[in-house]
């Protein structure tokens, strides 16, 4: 176990505190600004954005917003969304936690093996198995349905998890466990009451990952689907790029309602996520 050390705000030199305030603050800055823009952009008509590309809204408006919503249908893309996001994010965390307990805690012969088929997923892209994905899609009849989406999205996301989760479950001591076999407890009980609390951490490492990575996925749900009422909202937002190009105010609301749920996502879980992004990989 690593020995954690303190680093008290008095160990630092005035000179280097300044430089690290000004470092934060001009990243903070360089942060904030693109979504400010795009914010401020959202709220200018098209003879504006004509006129002075990048000048504020002389006469800002909000009826960008509710127009971008009925043309690209975002309240079926929305619910499509979190749906997609909410079912993979919950299968991925629990299928990873209990795989992970099994490769950590319950070794045989086949664990290696096992666990390196998991692993090997890590080094697969998405642009290498889009096609193979598309043809078994095809030929299962899953295709252009909800369950032939949730499948890949949540194969996607195992291999990572597994590897994440069987690391940080290597940690746990293995005399908390068999100490609860002693007192007649099943592994299923074990991993229930004990293995899943203490991985808290790692779990909240992969909700961040799988979240940001399935709410955000174009490519995948745009081979997979092609009826509108299973599209997510990337997808919707990708048709302001098209016909509606020049259409500017529009297209940036459409970014902007985009973005808001990642951004309230964080406000919401930020000490949850700062404490998975800490602890969550590896434990010490």
């Given at each position: 176990m690593m020995k954690q050390v303190k680093i008290r705000k008095s160990d630092f030199h005035p000179v280097l505190k300044v430089f690290v305030y000004l470092v934060a603050i001009v990243f903070t800055v360089l942060t904030l600004y693109p979504l400010l823009?795009?914010?401020?952009?959202?709220?200018?008509?098209?003879?504006?954005?004509?006129?002075?590309?990048?000048?504020?809204?002389?006469?800002?408006?909000?009826?960008?917003?509710?127009?971008?919503?009925?043309?690209?249908?975002?309240?079926?893309?929305?619910?499509?969304?979190?749906?997609?996001?909410?079912?993979?994010?919950?299968?991925?965390?629990a299928l990873s936690l209990m795989a992970g307990f099994a490769f950590a805690k319950l070794r045989s012969k086949a664990t290696p093996f096992l666990h390196g088929s998991f692993i090997m997923g890590i080094l697969l892209t998405l642009q290498s198995i889009m096609v193979p994905l598309f043809l078994m899609s095809v030929a299962t009849g899953l295709y252009d349905t909800r369950l032939g989406v949730l499948i890949p999205y949540v194969g996607?996301?195992?291999?990572?998890?597994?590897?994440?989760?069987?690391?940080?479950?290597?940690?746990?001591?293995d005399s908390v466990v068999e100490s609860a076999r002693i007192d007649g407890a099943s592994y299923f009980r074990i991993f229930a009451s004990i293995v899943a609390p203490m991985a808290t951490p790692v779990a909240v490492t992969?909700?961040?990952?799988?979240?940001?990575?399935?709410?955000?996925?174009?490519?995948?749900?745009?081979?997979?689907?092609?009826?509108?009422?299973?599209?997510?909202?990337?997808?919707?937002?990708?048709?302001?790029?098209?016909?509606?190009?020049?259409?500017?105010?529009?297209?940036?609301?459409?970014?902007?309602?985009?973005?808001?749920?990642?951004?309230?996502?964080?406000?919401?879980?930020r000490k949850q996520l700062t404490k998975g992004v800490s602890a969550g990989a590896i434990k010490g």
């Open positions: 823009w795009l914010v401020i952009s959202s709220l200018k008509t098209n003879t504006e954005f004509q006129l002075n590309l990048l000048g504020l809204p002389q006469n800002p408006t909000l009826s960008n917003y509710p127009t971008a919503w009925r043309l690209a249908q975002f309240d079926t893309l929305f619910l499509n969304s979190l749906f997609f996001t909410t079912a993979s994010t919950l299968l991925v965390i996607m996301g195992l291999p990572i998890g597994v590897y994440l989760c069987t690391e940080f479950i290597k940690s746990i001591p992969l909700a961040i990952l799988n979240v940001s990575g399935v709410w955000n996925e174009f490519m995948l749900i745009n081979i997979l689907v092609s009826r509108d009422a299973l599209r997510t909202l990337p997808v919707g937002i990708h048709k302001f790029s098209g016909a509606l190009a020049s259409d500017h105010g529009r297209q940036f609301a459409a970014l902007t309602i985009g973005l808001v749920p990642m951004v309230v996502f964080y406000l919401f879980f």
